[in-house]
């Protein structure tokens, strides 16, 4: 078992930055892909950025490519999401999540474990 608690929400205006955390606890991340969700109202849950189960490569969602960027500090067992140009249609729900999951990991059902989800708004 997993357990996955996101932090680092909150409003920023568009054009700046914000930095979420998904700290984990239970095992560690090494033995899991880890990805980055994010969902709003009336729509799928929309693939942000992942960790490969192997931890060797990242892959990124078209829409965050070049501005977002996924970290892991092992150390802490947590995993980062570092958001810049922040745009008001990244305002949505971040959702970490992690599993044994082949391939990109862009893909949602793939997921075993998953966090609470932490608001992001980003003002115009």
């Known amino acids: 078992q997993v357990q996955l608690v996101e932090s680092g929400g909150g409003v920023v205006q568009a054009g700046g930055s914000l930095r979420l955390s998904c700290a984990a606890s239970?095992?560690?991340?090494?033995?899991?892909?880890v990805g980055w969700f994010r969902q709003t109202p009336g729509k799928e849950r929309e693939f942000v950025a992942a960790?490969?189960?192997?931890?060797?490569?990242?892959y990124y969602g078209d829409s965050v490519k070049g501005r977002f960027t996924i970290s892991r500090d092992n150390a802490e067992n947590t995993v980062y999401l570092q958001m810049n140009s922040l745009k008001p249609e990244d305002t949505a729900v971040y959702y970490c999540?992690?599993?044994?999951?082949?391939?990109?990991?862009?893909?949602?059902?793939?997921?075993?474990?998953w966090g609470q989800g932490t608001q992001v708004t980003v003002s115009s």
């Open positions: 999540a992690a599993g044994v999951v082949p391939g990109m990991g862009d893909i949602p059902y793939e997921y075993d474990y």
């Open positions: 960790f490969s189960w192997s931890g060797g490569n990242t």
């Open positions: 239970g095992r560690t991340f090494s033995s899991y892909a």
